[in-house]
């Protein structure tokens, strides 16, 4: 395993090093299906205020060959997840209260999820600026849920195209 990439960046009161070790080797080791490389990812991170410094070492495997991505776009993909994956369980928590949740049985969880990750995907969808302001725009008249989603012959912004 060789270091291939290292990246910095300053956001949120803090610096920030990215590095990357990837390798092939262990590919016949890993009982995994289609296995493009093993990686190892440290994350430094510098808080601006007291200096004080963080490590984290986070280790990963990708279906992605060298051929296909260099180890820098590893990285950025995996940046990319966790941006998503953080913006999305933000706006559920916070407009659902999802981690109070008392649905704790058989598949109402995961159903649940699924229903509030649809409900905030379709309301995005529509190109609104604030999911918090439109949920509670919405939950304050019923109605106005059946003419936002069109779903109601006599929609006040049903159109017959």
């Known amino acids: 395993m060789r270091l291939l990439v290292s990246t910095d960046g300053i956001e949120h009161g803090r610096i920030e090093t990215r590095k990357i070790w990837s390798t092939t080797c262990l590919n016949e080791y890993l009982d995994f299906p289609h296995v493009g490389r ?8 510098i808080n601006k205020k007291n200096g004080k410094e963080c490590r984290e070492v986070a280790y990963g495997i ?6 296909v991505a260099s180890a820098a776009q590893v990285l950025q993909d995996n940046r990319g997840h966790w941006s998503i994956e953080n913006k ?21 969880p995961e159903n649940i999820t ?3 990750r649809f409900a ?9 600026r604030s999911v918090a302001r439109k949920m509670r725009q919405l939950t304050q008249n019923t109605r106005a849920v059946f003419d936002y989603l069109k779903l109601s012959r006599n929609s006040c912004c049903f159109s017959d195209s």
């Not at 093993?38 to 991170?45: G, V």
């Not at 999305?88 to 109402?108: A, K």
Request: hydrophobic share 30%; charged share 30%.
């Open 38 to 45: 093993a990686f190892m990812i440290e994350r430094i991170t």
């Open 62 to 67: 990708s279906s992605k060959t060298s051929e």
């Open 88 to 108: 999305c369980h933000y706006i559920i928590d916070w407009n659902y209260d999802e981690d109070r949740s008392r649905i704790r049985t058989g598949y109402g």
């Open 120 to 128: 905030v995907g379709i309301i995005k969808s529509k190109g609104v």
């Open 114 to 116: 699924r229903l509030r």
